[in-house]
């Protein structure tokens, strides 16, 4: 995919560029619980191409101050991930020293730097923002990041560097997933487990624009595509930058899947980590399974695995209907099991059910246990249907919609689940004015 990154000094005004350049899209992640760095990443499309844009100082930890190794890790970042790169200055401050570094560091790479002199508002700050010039960079824009002038302008230069963007992607249709996980939980021994003995291994090596090695896997009687974002790792050399690396990586491929393979570490238990990663797919409406690896090196009594389940689950409720299985990479334990049950999910997550089946199941259960109704009116919900979505989406009418509470869906979708095979998905239910 297009990653347009942004790099710049603090206060230069690169969030409200950023929000510009999503065109007040929703900002896609930007509501998750305990992920805050995600904010300065969001989708967009200009003149029917889609992009990404990544707000690179968001990812640099202590980036709100003026560190020269900040900015140098913002700059690293912006060139290993980027497709194009946006330097944005203020013309209001001139030239810096800082600004020189960013530039002296920018001349190295070959992908396309987009010089951009913010807070231009006028006439006047057009001929002072000339000054800019003297960088040397080619690439040479004025924007009001206020007003949004001259942003036009830059989007259709910056997309039409995105000549690689009629790339056909060869495993098109095919279900993808991806090993999610913090670090040494054992995702790269999972992965090596299912390459083993295995000749009908296509690995899709990135091109420039690629963000990640996708593998196509017909294994088991499947066929799949997983998508590794880890081993691109290798390619940095930074290795400090690991930790933000890790979550834009984890957020990317996410993004990119149908189905999430949450990895834990059955020594470590459930982290937060664990947590982000969880919410994360389920804001993107992506199938889960929650994997419990190393469980070679974990003493076993009789309830041991039962006690381990009820952990998780507590630790993931509300969202409990989520398969877990227990491996070990090492031993190769379940690895079958897991690409099966991933498998189950995706198929659960690509369901459809039939309107008349739904109304059949579900009508009964509502007519037995409606909504509680409210200041003496009664709520009746008449009928209901899945929506034409690609994930699991249902509408129930009702006379009074507006009164049904979060309680009652929590019903209805335990009621759901119950009848129809929707295990590790993630679903929405909306109630609406028939
Ligand atoms: P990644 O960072 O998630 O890709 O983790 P790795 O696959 O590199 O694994 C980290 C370490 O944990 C390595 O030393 C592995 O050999 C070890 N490891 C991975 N899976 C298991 C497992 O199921 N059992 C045990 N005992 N060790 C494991």
């Given at each position: 995919?297009?990653?347009?990154?942004?790099?710049?000094?603090?206060?230069?005004?690169?969030?409200?560029?950023?929000?510009?350049?999503?065109?007040?899209?929703?900002?896609?992640?930007?509501?998750?619980?305990?992920?805050?760095?995600?904010?300065?990443?969001?989708?967009?499309?200009?003149?029917?191409?889609?992009?990404?844009?990544?707000?690179?100082?968001?990812?640099?930890?202590?980036?709100?101050?003026?560190?020269?190794?900040?900015?140098?890790?913002?700059?690293?970042?912006?060139?290993?991930?980027?497709?194009?790169?946006?330097?944005?200055?203020?013309?209001?401050?001139?030239?810096?020293?800082?600004?020189?570094?960013?530039?002296?560091?920018?001349?190295?790479?070959?992908?396309?730097?987009?010089?951009?002199?913010?807070?231009?508002?006028?006439?006047?700050?057009?001929?002072?923002?000339?000054e800019f010039y003297s960088l040397g960079i080619e690439k040479y824009y004025t924007i009001s990041g206020m007003t949004g002038s001259g942003t036009g302008d830059l989007l259709d230069d910056i997309v039409a560097t995105f000549k690689e963007d009629n790339y056909v992607d060869p495993f098109e249709g095919l279900p993808r997933i991806t090993?999610?996980?913090?670090?040494?939980?054992?995702?790269?021994?999972?992965?090596?487990?299912?390459?083993?003995?295995?000749?009908?291994?296509?690995?899709?090596?990135?091109?420039?624009?690629?963000?990640?090695?996708?593998?196509?896997?017909?294994?088991?009687?499947?066929?799949?595509?997983?998508?590794?974002?880890?081993?691109?790792?290798?390619?940095?050399?930074?290795?400090?930058?690991?930790?933000?690396?890790?979550?834009?990586?984890?957020?990317?491929?996410?993004?990119?899947?149908?189905?999430?393979?949450?990895?834990?570490?059955?020594?470590?238990?459930?982290?937060?980590?664990?947590?982000?990663?969880?919410?994360?797919?389920?804001?993107?409406?992506?199938?889960?399974?929650?994997?419990?690896?190393?469980?070679?090196?974990?003493?076993?009594?009789?309830?041991?695995?039962?006690?381990?389940?009820?952990?998780?689950?507590?630790?993931?409720?509300?969202?409990?209907?989520?398969?877990?299985?227990?491996?070990?990479?090492?031993?190769?334990?379940?690895?079958?099991?897991?690409?099966?049950?991933?498998?189950?999910?995706?198929?659960?997550?690509?369901?459809?059910?039939?309107?008349?089946?739904?109304?059949?199941?579900?009508?009964?259960?509502?007519?037995?246990?409606?909504?509680?109704?409210?200041?003496?009116?009664?709520?009746?919900?008449?009928?209901?249907?899945?929506?034409?979505?690609?994930?699991?989406?249902?509408?129930?009418?009702?006379?009074?919609?507006?009164?049904?509470?979060?309680?009652?869906?929590?019903?209805?979708?335990?009621?759901?689940?119950?009848?129809?095979?929707l295990t590790g998905v993630p679903i929405e239910i909306y109630f609406r004015q028939k």
């Amino acid at each position: 995919s297009n990653i347009i990154a942004l790099v710049g000094r603090p206060n230069v005004g690169k969030s409200t560029l950023f929000n510009r350049l999503l065109q007040k899209r929703e900002a896609i992640v930007d509501s998750v619980a305990g992920v805050t760095r995600d904010r300065h990443y969001g989708k967009s499309d200009w003149n029917g191409i889609d992009f990404t844009v990544i707000d690179t100082g968001g990812y640099v930890v202590g980036s709100e101050d003026i560190f020269e190794e900040e900015i140098r890790k913002q700059v690293e970042l912006a060139v290993d991930e980027a497709s194009a790169i946006i330097f944005l200055v203020d013309v209001t401050e001139g030239i810096t020293d800082m600004d020189k570094e960013v530039s002296n560091l920018l001349r190295k790479t070959d992908k396309p730097v987009f010089l951009v002199v913010n807070k231009v508002d006028n006439a006047m700050l057009e001929t002072e923002a000339m000054e800019f010039y003297s960088l040397g960079i080619e690439k040479y824009y004025t924007i009001s990041g206020m007003t949004g002038s001259g942003t036009g302008d830059l989007l259709d230069d910056i997309v039409a560097t995105f000549k690689e963007d009629n790339y056909v992607d060869p495993f098109e249709g095919l279900p993808r997933i991806t090993i999610a996980g913090r670090p040494n939980v054992g995702k790269s021994t999972l992965t090596n487990a299912l390459l083993e003995n295995e000749r009908n291994i296509v690995t899709n090596i990135a091109g420039t624009t690629r963000d990640s090695i996708e593998t196509l896997y017909e294994k088991f009687g499947y066929k799949f595509v997983l998508i590794d974002t880890a081993g691109m790792r290798k390619k940095t050399k930074v290795n400090e930058n690991l930790e933000f690396y890790s979550v834009m990586r984890s957020i990317r491929s996410i993004e990119d899947s149908d189905v999430v393979i949450l990895m834990i570490d059955a020594t470590l238990g459930w982290e937060k980590q664990d947590m982000n990663i969880l919410f994360l797919a389920q804001k993107y409406r992506k199938g889960v399974v929650i994997v419990v690896n190393k469980w070679d090196l974990v003493g076993k009594e009789t309830n041991t695995l039962k006690y381990f389940e009820n952990f998780i689950k507590e630790k993931i409720a509300p969202f409990t209907d989520v398969p877990i299985i227990f491996t070990s990479a090492v031993t190769k334990q379940r690895v079958y099991k897991t690409v099966e049950t991933a498998m189950k999910v995706y198929e659960n997550r690509s369901r459809r059910i039939k309107t008349s089946k739904l109304n059949e199941i579900m009508l009964p259960i509502i007519e037995s246990t409606p909504p509680p109704s409210i200041k003496g009116k009664y709520i009746k919900i008449k009928y209901c249907t899945q929506l034409p979505t690609r994930t699991p989406q249902f509408a129930f009418f009702a006379n009074l919609p507006q009164y049904i509470k979060e309680p009652y869906k929590r019903f209805i979708e335990n009621k759901l689940r119950q009848n129809f095979e929707l295990t590790g998905v993630p679903i929405e239910i909306y109630f609406r004015q028939k």
